[in-house]
Structure formats: structure tokens, C-alpha cells
């Protein structure tokens, strides 16, 4: 007996034929070609409805595939019909012993066709499974493959900076995400500090991600400015950016020499700034990466005065829910960052947060990513600067400008919270610290805005320094008369020359030293304890 | 951390108390705000008033130039017989104050209370 067994993929265009059948088809030397029965044709639905055998020879319908099927030699068909659907088909030719087919064996192949129809849909759908098995497996490996490719784009380790401490987490959602963050240090010794995030999750955020953050690289080789940063990430990426896709991202330059950091934001969660005084938002104005062509950043900066710590985020965490569908919220992070002293432990307490506010069961819906950038207490290793055993508190530049003494003042003030300082005397030093700059800033540098002064404070057990450095060299500064008030309010006096006047009554002592090209102030405060301290 | 605004204002609506008004102060006091102030200080002389009050309790800054720009009000006071009156001082500011000895030349008040029965009694 031959048997023929036609693809069902040949027979109703729909499912593919297992690869076995398909090889017995081709190996075995009885097997007669194929007819195939397309499913407008009338022998179609009579097998879908006819049960058991159908004899050719005394069929009587009107239909090319019996035709063909008659041309092929072929004389009964067996229908394989399972829960309504036509599975696959039995074609048997004339017996090989030239007898006609008994009674006994139409009943036989009628018995067989409802077990065979079965066995067939079985292992169509065991191919099927095997087939999206096999297709799954692909696209796990390769998104793992993604997801390894993806995290060699992100720094392998943190910078390492004497005095600093960086740190950084990133947690993506899926395999692959859309979450970014970035250390470039530049020519000129500063440190490009960059998190994003780009719209939507999975492989299409990720391939943007990579994009964007190429983009920025390069863009930080030819511009140190974080505005003129993102403004030119933005115009290389809108015209290839997906529709309905962006970019947020903060871009952040930091000089580890002074703690001065400046910002510019294209539309990402405001980074918060850890100081003795609270947790602020630093906060700058720009559009989203990718949204718009000519934009424009706004360029902020701040400075991070020894302990204070930055941190910078992505919406994964505030935006996270608990079972109850609260979001973990601004205020509950600035709460937590504000109780905790930051540094790399900062990650680990945050994550430990969001975990215990979420559940265990949570479905994390968004990437997380944060990093941290904290400034230590550095001791002196400078042993002109003072005593031995000094600690700088702080040393920074600030740019010459009218009123420019004014957050010298405060940072400086900050910096002293470090050590044990009364509150009454530290309005006297920032009095005394602000005249000092003021004069720095007018007579040494003559408001010349390429002249920056420079401050450090430091203390040792005994005593708090300020030191306040012009480039006015060491040229003589002209010296205001002793301030006569009757003689002011007489007009024989000018009203003004308060200054060196205020700063010898708020410190306890004052020295004055000079180079060829600098000029210097040192204040001097006695702390707690010291007999003479004011 | 954002500079306050300077802002010099004569309280309204003026309140002539015993031929004195108050002019409100806030934000810091350095050299820019020279005309600003001058200004109040010329509309609460317009007023005809024996006593100028002026209100620190919106000052948190006030450096040399600033004291020299109320050296330059007291002045003017004494120059047209007003007397200074002032309130509102931080510690700190009254410590400076105390200092340059301006305290000698004006009369201060811790709050606005006290100022204003001062005016009281000078009837």
C-alpha cells in the first residue's frame, strides 16, 4: 500500500508541515507526488465534512483536485479532521498487489483516520511550541546579549578623585533599558557628569540610549560648557529621533579643585543638593533631547562645599508605586536624602527604601538609575598654609564680580558648620569674610571677571582660617582713614570706608602676605575654648 | 542661594504717627541699592514728618557700602533736625551697629512696638 501525505502547509496554506513528514515525502522511494487541495475547492469542504474514506473512483463531484488526484493515480483519500479543522489527508494509490481494497481495509483506515487526525494536530502543536520555544530562546539570548552590550556603555567603574566619592546605580526594567549615566573627565581636569533617560523601555530606549550618549561624548571633546553640551546633543539627535520618543538628561561639569559644578537640564528630575542646610533643588531650565531643533539650556551652577553631596536620578524611583498605588514622591526622597550623610552607602539606603516601600512583590516599572557625588573633608597638604595638623574645611575660586561675595559668604559659612563654631560668630565671619572679598574682588582683581579670588578655609584645634587671595600682587592697597563718624555725619569724612574697619571688629586676628603676583588675607577666628576668642 | 530683592517702602497707607512714617526695608542693603533707598527716603521726607522710622525687619544682608548709605540718611536727618528712628535689627546688625556707633546718633528699637511708642511720646 502507498501512502501519501501531503504537507498540510501545501494542502490549506496555513500551517507549517513538520519537517519528519516532510522527509518522508522525499526519502521513500513509494511515495507518489503530492496533490494539493486548495480550500476553494469543492473536494475541500466534502472532506471536512465526509467521514471515513472517499473512494475517487465513484465520487461524483465536479473539482480539479479529483481530477489531478485521478491523474496521479490516486484512489482513496482519508480525510484527517480534528475539532473541525482539516489537519492533514491520507492519498492512497492502488494497492501495490494490484487488488482491490477490501471492505475490511476502508474500515481499518476509517478507524485510523480520527486517531491519526489526532496524533497529526498533537504534533503540530508540540512544533509549534518547539518553534516559538526556539524563537524565544533566540530573542532572550539575544536581549542578553543586549543587555551586556548596553552595560559596556556604562562607566565600568566610578571616577577617583582625591576628596571625592562617586557612585552609581542602574537597574533597568527589562533586560535593556532606557536609563543612562556617564563620567567623562575632560581636558582641562574637570569631571562631565551625566544621567539620562530616554522615553519607553526595552530595545528601543536602548538603542536611543546608546545614540545619545555617543552623541554627548562627543560633543564634551569640543565643549566643556554642560548647556552648549546638550544644545548640540540636541540637534544631532531630533532629525533621526523616533516619533514619540525623547530624551531627558542632566548634564553636569564638575572642577574638583574648587567644588564648583555646573549644570544645564534638558527636562530631567531636578538633581538634589545635600548641605548642612537642607536639601535643595537645583533646578535649570531646557526642553528634552530629540523634541525640538535650536534649543536652548539653561546653565546654572553650584558649589558643593566639603561633605555636601549631589544626587541625581531618574523617575524609576520617584515615580515607583506600592501595592496600594502611592508613589515613593519627592518629598519622601529628599526626606531620606536629607537624613542621610550620602556617599556610596547613600545608594544601598535608597534602593533598601525604595525596595521596603514597594513590596517584595514588586513589578519594577521603570529603569532606576541614580549617582551620587559627594565631597569629603580633605586635610591640608599644604604646610605653609598653616599648622601641620590643619584640616581644609574648604578651597574653591569664585569669579570677581560686584556681589559676588555675597554666596562666598555663605559658602564659607557652610563650610565652618563643620567644625564647632558658635552661631553668634559666625555672622561675624561672614561679615568679615564678605568685606574681605569685596576688597579682593574690587581693588586686587578690579572686578575682572578672568581674575577669580580664592578662598580656603581651614581650621586646626586652636583656631578657623580664612584665607582670601586677589592677583593684585603685592601692590599696596590704599588704606580708608579710620572711620570718625561725627566727621562723617559732618561731611568732612567720607561716608564710605567701613570695611578693614568691620574686619578687624569681627575677627579675633588678621595677616596680610603678599607675592609678586598674589595678594592675601588671612583671617583668623579662635575657637571655643581659646581664652582671647571674641 | 538667590539674592532677596531689595525693596524701600513707605508703609501704606502712611501712617502719620506723631509726624513720623515708617519706611519698610527688605532684601539686602550694599551699593546698588543706593537710589532705591534715597528714593524712600525722599518720599518719606515729602510727608513733613519729624520722624523717619526705618524698619530692618526685612534685611538680611548689609555690608560696608550698606552702613555707608545709612551713614549718609542719618545725615541727612540731622541736617533737616529729623530724628532717625530704627527697628527690627538682627543681633548681629545691632553688634555692627553698636560698632560703627551708630547706635549713639539714632534711636533704636528692638521691634516696631517699641518705635512706635516712642513716636508716642515724643508728641
Given at each position: 500500500?502507498?501512502?501519501?501525505?501531503?504537507?498540510?502547509?501545501?494542502?490549506?496554506?496555513?500551517?507549517?508541515?513538520?519537517?519528519?513528514?516532510?522527509?518522508?515525502?522525499?526519502?521513500?522511494?513509494?511515495?507518489?507526488?503530492?496533490?494539493?487541495?486548495?480550500?476553494?475547492?469543492?473536494?475541500?469542504?466534502?472532506?471536512?465534512?465526509?467521514?471515513?474514506?472517499?473512494?475517487?473512483?465513484?465520487?461524483?463531484?465536479?473539482?480539479?483536485?479529483?481530477?489531478?488526484?485521478?491523474?496521479?493515480?490516486?484512489?482513496?483519500?482519508?480525510?484527517?479532521?480534528?475539532?473541525?479543522?482539516?489537519?492533514?489527508?491520507?492519498?492512497?494509490?492502488?494497492?501495490?498487489?494490484?487488488?482491490?481494497?477490501?471492505?475490511?481495509?476502508?474500515?481499518?483506515?476509517?478507524?485510523?483516520?480520527?486517531?491519526?487526525?489526532?496524533?497529526?494536530?498533537?504534533?503540530?502543536?508540540?512544533?509549534?511550541?518547539?518553534?516559538?520555544?526556539?524563537?524565544?530562546?533566540?530573542?532572550?539570548?539575544?536581549?542578553?546579549?543586549?543587555?551586556?552590550?548596553?552595560?559596556?556603555?556604562?562607566?565600568?567603574?566610578v571616577p577617583s578623585i582625591d576628596g571625592w566619592q562617586f557612585?552609581?546605580?542602574?537597574?533597568?526594567?527589562?533586560?535593556?533599558?532606557?536609563?543612562?549615566?556617564?563620567f567623562?573627565p575632560?581636558?582641562?581636569g574637570?569631571l562631565?557628569?551625566?544621567?539620562?533617560?530616554?522615553?519607553?523601555?526595552?530595545?528601543?530606549?536602548?538603542?536611543?540610549?546608546?545614540?545619545?550618549?555617543?552623541?554627548?561624548?562627543?560633543?564634551?571633546?569640543?565643549?566643556?560648557?554642560?548647556?552648549?553640551?546638550?544644545?548640540?546633543?540636541?540637534?544631532?539627535?531630533?532629525?533621526?529621533?523616533?516619533?514619540?520618543?525623547?530624551?531627558?538628561?542632566?548634564?553636569?561639569?564638575l572642577?574638583p579643585h574648587?567644588?564648583?559644578?555646573?549644570?544645564?537640564?534638558?527636562?530631567?528630575?531636578?538633581?538634589?543638593?545635600?548641605?548642612?542646610?537642607?536639601?535643595?533643588?537645583?533646578?535649570?531650565?531646557?526642553?528634552?533631547?530629540?523634541?525640538?531643533?535650536?534649543?536652548?539650556?539653561?546653565?546654572?551652577?553650584?558649589?558643593?562645599?566639603?561633605?555636601?553631596?549631589?544626587?541625581?536620578?531618574?523617575?524609576?524611583?520617584?515615580?515607583?508605586?506600592?501595592?496600594?498605588?502611592?508613589?515613593?514622591?519627592?518629598?519622601?526622597?529628599?526626606?531620606?536624602?536629607?537624613?542621610?550623610?550620602?556617599?556610596?552607602?547613600?545608594?544601598?539606603?535608597?534602593?533598601?527604601?525604595?525596595?521596603?516601600?514597594?513590596?517584595?512583590?514588586?513589578?519594577?516599572?521603570?529603569?532606576?538609575?541614580?549617582?551620587?557625588v559627594?565631597r569629603h573633608?580633605?586635610?591640608?597638604?599644604?604646610?605653609?598654609?598653616?599648622?601641620?595638623?590643619?584640616?581644609?574645611?574648604?578651597?574653591?575660586?569664585?569669579?570677581?564680580?560686584?556681589?559676588?561675595?555675597?554666596?562666598?559668604?555663605?559658602?564659607?559659612?557652610?563650610?565652618?558648620?563643620?567644625?564647632?563654631?558658635?552661631?553668634?560668630?559666625?555672622?561675624?565671619?561672614?561679615?568679615?569674610?564678605?568685606?574681605?572679598?569685596?576688597?579682593?574682588?574690587?581693588?586686587?582683581?578690579?572686578?575682572?571677571?578672568?581674575?577669580?579670588?580664592?578662598?580656603?578655609?581651614?581650621?586646626?584645634?586652636?583656631?578657623?582660617?580664612?584665607?582670601?587671595?586677589?592677583?593684585?600682587?603685592?601692590?599696596?592697597?590704599?588704606?580708608?582713614?579710620?572711620?570718625?563718624?561725627?566727621?562723617?555725619?559732618?561731611?568732612?569724612?567720607?561716608?564710605?570706608?567701613?570695611?578693614?574697619?568691620?574686619?578687624?571688629?569681627?575677627?579675633?586676628?588678621?595677616?596680610?602676605?603678599?607675592?609678586?603676583?598674589?595678594?592675601?588675607?588671612?583671617?583668623?577666628?579662635?575657637?571655643?575654648?581659646?581664652?582671647?576668642?571674641? | 542661594?538667590?539674592?532677596?530683592?531689595?525693596?524701600?517702602?513707605?508703609?501704606?497707607?502712611?501712617?502719620?504717627?506723631?509726624?513720623?512714617?515708617?519706611?519698610?526695608?527688605?532684601?539686602?542693603?550694599?551699593?546698588?541699592?543706593?537710589?532705591?533707598?534715597?528714593?524712600?527716603?525722599?518720599?518719606?521726607?515729602?510727608?513733613?514728618?519729624?520722624?523717619?522710622?526705618?524698619?530692618?525687619?526685612?534685611?538680611?544682608?548689609?555690608?560696608?557700602?550698606?552702613?555707608?548709605?545709612?551713614?549718609?540718611?542719618?545725615?541727612?536727618?540731622?541736617?533737616?533736625?529729623?530724628?532717625?528712628?530704627?527697628?527690627?535689627?538682627?543681633?548681629?546688625?545691632?553688634?555692627?551697629?553698636?560698632?560703627?556707633?551708630?547706635?549713639?546718633?539714632?534711636?533704636?528699637?528692638?521691634?516696631?512696638?517699641?518705635?512706635?511708642?516712642?513716636?508716642?511720646?515724643?508728641?
Amino acid at each position: 500500500m502507498s501512502v501519501l501525505t501531503v504537507p498540510l502547509r501545501k494542502l490549506i496554506r496555513r500551517n507549517p508541515a513538520p519537517a519528519s513528514v516532510r522527509a518522508v515525502e522525499t526519502r521513500s522511494a513509494s511515495v507518489l507526488s503530492a496533490v494539493e487541495i486548495l480550500p476553494n475547492d469543492p473536494l475541500y469542504s466534502l472532506c471536512l465534512s465526509a467521514s471515513g474514506v472517499i473512494d475517487l473512483e465513484t465520487l461524483r463531484l465536479e473539482s480539479d483536485a479529483v481530477r489531478q488526484l485521478r491523474t496521479a493515480g490516486i484512489r482513496l483519500l482519508i480525510p484527517l479532521v480534528n475539532q473541525g479543522e482539516l489537519v492533514g489527508m491520507i492519498q492512497l494509490g492502488a494497492r501495490m498487489s494490484d487488488q482491490e481494497y477490501t471492505s475490511d481495509d476502508l474500515r481499518l483506515l476509517g478507524n485510523l483516520a480520527p486517531q491519526a487526525a489526532a496524533a497529526l494536530r498533537v504534533a503540530h502543536l508540540a512544533y509549534q511550541q518547539q518553534v516559538e520555544a526556539r524563537r524565544r530562546e533566540r530573542l532572550d539570548q539575544e536581549l542578553r546579549v543586549a543587555g551586556i552590550i548596553q552595560q559596556t556603555l556604562l562607566p565600568k567603574a566610578v571616577p577617583s578623585i582625591d576628596g571625592w566619592q562617586f557612585a552609581a546605580y542602574w537597574q533597568p526594567a527589562r533586560t535593556v533599558g532606557g536609563d543612562f549615566y556617564d563620567f567623562v573627565p575632560l581636558q582641562d581636569g574637570r569631571l562631565m557628569i551625566v544621567i539620562g533617560d530616554v522615553t519607553d523601555k526595552g530595545v528601543p530606549a536602548a538603542l536611543v540610549m546608546a545614540s545619545t550618549r555617543t552623541i554627548l561624548r562627543a560633543a564634551a571633546e569640543r565643549l566643556i560648557s554642560p548647556g552648549e553640551i546638550l544644545r548640540r546633543a540636541n540637534d544631532v539627535l531630533h532629525p533621526d529621533m523616533p516619533p514619540k520618543m525623547f530624551v531627558t538628561c542632566l548634564c553636569a561639569v564638575l572642577d574638583p579643585h574648587t567644588g564648583r559644578m555646573q549644570y544645564a537640564n534638558a527636562g530631567h528630575n531636578a538633581s538634589l543638593q545635600r548641605t548642612c542646610d537642607g536639601v535643595i533643588e537645583l533646578r535649570a531650565r531646557g526642553m528634552p533631547l530629540g523634541l525640538m531643533p535650536g534649543m536652548t539650556y539653561e546653565e546654572k551652577e553650584t558649589i558643593l562645599a566639603p561633605e555636601d553631596t549631589v544626587f541625581m536620578y531618574s523617575d524609576g524611583l520617584v515615580e515607583a508605586h506600592d501595592s496600594e498605588r502611592d508613589m515613593f514622591g519627592m518629598k519622601r526622597l529628599e526626606t531620606l536624602i536629607g537624613e542621610h550623610r550620602g556617599g556610596d552607602a547613600l545608594i544601598a539606603y535608597l534602593r533598601d527604601a525604595l525596595f521596603n516601600f514597594t513590596g517584595a512583590e514588586w513589578e519594577q516599572e521603570d529603569d532606576v538609575t541614580f549617582v551620587v557625588v559627594q565631597r569629603h573633608m580633605q586635610p591640608s597638604a599644604d604646610p605653609e598654609s598653616g599648622d601641620g595638623d590643619s584640616t581644609v574645611l574648604d578651597e574653591f575660586e569664585s569669579p570677581s564680580e560686584p556681589g559676588g561675595e555675597r554666596a562666598v559668604m555663605e559658602r564659607v559659612a557652610r563650610a565652618v558648620s563643620a567644625v564647632d563654631f558658635p552661631p553668634a560668630r559666625i555672622e561675624r565671619l561672614k561679615t568679615a569674610v564678605a568685606e574681605t572679598v569685596m576688597n579682593a574682588m574690587e581693588h586686587g582683581n578690579h572686578y575682572r571677571a578672568d581674575l577669580p579670588i580664592k578662598v580656603r578655609v581651614q581650621a586646626d584645634a586652636r583656631r578657623l582660617s580664612v584665607f582670601v587671595t586677589d592677583q593684585g600682587g603685592d601692590v599696596p592697597i590704599s588704606q580708608a582713614p579710620t572711620p570718625d563718624l561725627e566727621a562723617k555725619l559732618a561731611g568732612t569724612q567720607s561716608a564710605r570706608g567701613w570695611g578693614l574697619f568691620l574686619i578687624k571688629a569681627m575677627v579675633d586676628d588678621l595677616h596680610v602676605s603678599a607675592t609678586p603676583t598674589d595678594h592675601t588675607v588671612q583671617l583668623v577666628f579662635h575657637l571655643a575654648g581659646a581664652h582671647d576668642a571674641k | 542661594m538667590p539674592n532677596k530683592p531689595f525693596s524701600a517702602s513707605l508703609r501704606e497707607p502712611v501712617m502719620h504717627l506723631n509726624k513720623g512714617v515708617i519706611i519698610d526695608l527688605h532684601g539686602e542693603i550694599n551699593g546698588t541699592v543706593e537710589v532705591a533707598l534715597n528714593a524712600a527716603y525722599d518720599r518719606a521726607e515729602a510727608e513733613d514728618v519729624h520722624s523717619i522710622v526705618l524698619n530692618f525687619g526685612g534685611v538680611d544682608y548689609i555690608n560696608s557700602t550698606g552702613i555707608a548709605l545709612i551713614v549718609g540718611l542719618l545725615a541727612r536727618a540731622r541736617k533737616s533736625s529729623r530724628l532717625l528712628i530704627v527697628f527690627g535689627l538682627s543681633d548681629h546688625y545691632m553688634d555692627i551697629f553698636n560698632i560703627t556707633r551708630l547706635v549713639d546718633f539714632m534711636n533704636v528699637y528692638p521691634d516696631e512696638q517699641s518705635a512706635v511708642a516712642q513716636l508716642s511720646q515724643l508728641q
